[in-house]
């Protein structure tokens, strides 16, 4: 099992494009969820899905919107990048809330300039 | 005030040694707690869960007081691999992560 996978790695993008960010897992996860992680703060919850088809926000939702038409992916977009989304974005997924355990993608990293 | 503090840290311990890190929590509606490791420059993965008894896994001792609202984490014996952060994350109706305490342990 790959796990959860994220494309793309890194990329850089100029002010105003545009982009999205791909997640897979091969789990059959029902919970899937895209955070960002920024120096001196822990990860954020951006936004969430609870099943295919469902998405709801987290915690720093602006900017940023996202989709779940498979249940295995979860597509996270940037309409039009700002230098404030300049972060590492991580995917993870999960059975379930409560305790059960979110694995996590490995990561891109975003470069606004 | 930020929801779960963490001492950023870094702890710099020799080989061998034991370290404990804390971790306080504000918001009393807090169900679950966790620590969560990450390398640097990699995801984050779940060390352990922290149950109220206090648990263990090996060498890793968490323990959770609900009435002060802090999580601890010991580890013993460390090795040159637990150099990582390691990440305090209480859930309410999602997880809440910590900031990350930094631990280098010295040959």
């Known amino acids: 099992n790959a796990g959860v996978t994220q494309t793309p790695k890194f990329r850089v993008l100029k002010t105003g494009q545009s982009m999205t960010l791909l997640c897979a897992q091969d789990?059959?996860?029902?919970?899937m969820y895209w955070y960002r992680q920024d120096p001196g703060m822990g990860l954020r919850l951006i936004h969430y899905?609870?099943?295919?088809?469902t998405t709801a926000k987290g915690e720093v939702p602006d900017g940023y919107n996202v989709s779940r038409l498979k249940k295995q992916n979860f597509l996270l977009g940037l309409e039009s990048a700002a230098p404030s989304q300049t972060s590492v974005y991580f995917c993870?997924?999960?059975w379930g809330q409560g305790s059960y355990e979110q694995y996590f993608g490995p990561g891109t990293r975003l470069t606004v300039t | 005030r930020k929801e779960v503090e963490q001492d950023p840290g870094p702890f710099n311990v020799p080989e061998g040694a034991t370290v404990a890190f804390n971790c306080t929590y504000s918001?009393?509606?807090?169900?679950?707690f966790f620590w969560y490791r990450q390398d640097c420059r990699k995801e984050p993965k779940l060390l352990m869960s922290?149950?109220?008894s206090g648990n263990e896994d090996g060498r890793f001792t968490a323990q959770l007081n609900r009435a002060s609202q802090y999580i601890s984490l010991l580890i013993r014996d460390s090795k040159l691999s637990d150099s990582a952060t390691y990440l305090c994350?209480?859930?309410?109706?999602?997880?809440?992560f910590g900031t990350g305490t930094l631990l280098a342990v010295q040959p």
């Open positions: 993870a997924s999960s």
């Open positions: 918001n009393s509606a807090s169900q679950s």
């Open positions: 922290v149950y109220s």
């Open positions: 994350v209480v859930r309410r109706n999602k997880l809440i």
């Open positions: 789990m059959n996860h029902e919970y």
């Open positions: 899905s609870v099943g295919e088809g």
